[in-house]
């Protein structure tokens, strides 16, 4: 029986592209597979419904597992409407093509660069089960990762087009070169996260040569999308 859906979980530090790459990627979905079933959870249900508690430092690992848990036995609900009905066995306009824009390695990373994530052994077995679940469902992970050099000047570019609030959030973590640290480390844990996934589930690591063109956002969508 095939896979009820054909998914993307999105992964990045800040300014690696991921609304870049969500926009042309669903840009070419619409376009090679117009009658499909689309499924698009973006990062305010995956990751930005526990900012407050994050702002507050009282956001736990088991709350963003929970989150995630919840989020995958939703999909598993929407799966079976293929995988329990006539088209089962089909391929074509049957799929259910989805994208889920941040999830539980964000949240690693966040909590581990605030020294807040600590984990029992059930929650770990959660996490891979969590993964395994959402493998057989039909997802894969594309990590979008800037080159270390360019991380403290990538973000920087971020405060002329986001609000105020986010440049006061750049000024309380430091000046350009801390703040730049800062994200070097929060994208090596997210790397670090999903190392330790890549049993569980099918993990691409896209090194990002230029984040003011979509010409590689583009075809990596492209190259993603049967």
Not at 11 to 33: D, N, P
Not at 40 to 66: F, M, P, W
Not at 180 to 192: F, I, S, T, V
Request: glycine share 4%; with cysteine; proline share 1%.
């Amino acid at each position: 029986m095939s896979k009820p859906i054909s998914g993307w979980i999105i992964e990045g530090v800040v300014a690696s592209g991921k609304t870049t790459f969500l926009q042309e990627l669903q840009q070419i979905l619409a376009h090679r597979h117009p009658a499909r079933t689309r499924i698009c959870i973006s990062e305010h249900y995956t990751e930005r419904v526990l900012e407050d508690n994050k702002a507050k430092q009282t956001l736990t690992a088991k709350a963003t597992i929970d989150l995630a848990s919840n989020i995958v036995e939703q999909l598993e609900g929407i799966a079976s409407w293929k995988s329990e009905s006539k088209f089962r066995h089909n391929e074509g306009n049957a799929v259910i093509d989805s994208t889920i824009e941040r999830f539980l390695g964000s949240h690693y990373a966040n909590l581990t660069t605030m020294n807040l994530w600590s984990l029992n052994s059930q929650d770990q077995s959660r996490i891979i089960d969590i993964y395994h679940r959402l493998e057989v469902l039909g997802f894969s992970v594309v990590i979008l990762k800037l080159p270390d050099s360019w991380i403290s000047q990538a973000i920087a570019s971020t405060k002329l087009y986001r609000n105020t609030a986010w440049s006061q959030y750049l000024e309380a973590i430091g000046n350009d070169e801390e703040v730049g640290d800062y994200y070097l480390n929060w994208q090596n844990q997210l790397l670090e996260f999903y190392n330790t996934l890549s049993e569980q589930i099918e993990i691409q690591i896209v090194t990002v040569d230029s984040i003011h063109s979509k010409k590689q956002y583009s075809e990596l969508a492209a190259s993603l999308v049967k």
